[in-house]
T-cell receptor, first 112, second 115 residues
Framework: GEDVEQSLFLSVREGDSSVINCTYT??????LYWYKQEPGAGLQLLTY?????DMKQDQRLTVLLNKKDKHLSLRIADTQTGDSAIYFC????????????FGKGTKLSVKP | KAGVTQTPRYLIKTRGQQVTLSCSPI?????VSWYQQTPGQGLQFLFE???????NKGNFPGRFSGRQFSNSRSEMNVSTLELGDSALYLC??????????????FGEGSRLTVL
């Protein structure tokens, strides 16, 4: 199938690390993405990883890619209440630049 | 640089009516994609336009159509509205090009409610 799968909810305490997992389907995807959506807003790109990389770190964000298992994860270190949002994993369909396949999103709740 | 602008932000229509949504991409971006976001189905790709040509189309009925103008602005139209068309419609623009990483720049969306 074409589904990108991710768990729907994650709750963590402020200061802890958050790990959001995703499985994707298209092995030809050149890039894989993590987007963030805050209430009432559109999506904003958090980070992306090129398919020939295993890991990418960007400040508090770490992306891990396991191509064999088609598994992508996003780790947010020192999670803050401002990180509360919905996080979407996405892959490019057949390499098409404008057509991304999104997961249904993981709602991250950060408790003080 | 101004972001992606979508109008109207909110609208209410009744079944059977038609609606046109507008999207102005970031200056210099020539590709515009449209997505439908609903709680049940999540984000689903509608279509992508580049240089006034539809490049990709998602799995939506023919009631959903779009177009792109020479200034890269885009519109989408939904005819004969159904209750299930209630959704947040998101537009995204991209610069494209050889170094392009596939990042989509999203607008804040047009929230359509069909009664």
């Amino acid at each position: 199938g074409e589904d990108v799968e991710q768990s729907l909810f994650l709750s963590v305490r402020e200061g802890d690390s958050s790990v959001i997992n995703c499985t994707y389907t298209d092995s030809s995807s050149t890039y894989l993405y993590w987007y963030k959506q805050e209430p009432g807003a559109g999506l904003q790109l958090l980070t992306y990883i090129f398919s020939n990389m295993d890991m990418k770190q960007d400040q508090r964000l770490t992306v891990l890619l396991n191509k064999k298992d088609k598994h992508l994860s996003l780790r947010i270190a020192d999670t803050q209440t401002g990180d509360s949002a919905i996080y979407f994993c996405a892959e490019s369909k057949g390499g098409s630049q404008g057509n991304l396949i999104f997961g249904k999103g993981t709602k991250l709740s950060v408790k003080p | 640089k101004a972001g992606v602008t979508q109008t109207p932000r909110y609208l209410i229509k009744t079944r059977g009516q038609q609606v046109t949504l507008s999207c102005s991409p970031i200056s210099g971006h020539r590709s515009v994609s449209w997505y439908q976001q609903t709680p049940g189905q999540g984000l689903q790709f509608l279509f992508e336009y580049f240089s006034e040509t539809q490049r990709n189309k998602g799995n939506f009925p023919g009631r959903f159509s779009g177009r792109q103008f020479s200034n890269s602005r885009s519109e989408m139209n939904v005819s004969t509205l159904e209750l299930g068309d209630s959704a947040l419609y998101l537009c995204a623009s991209t610069p494209r090009g050889a170094s392009y990483t596939g990042e989509l720049f999203f607008g804040e969306g047009s929230r359509l409610t069909v009664l």
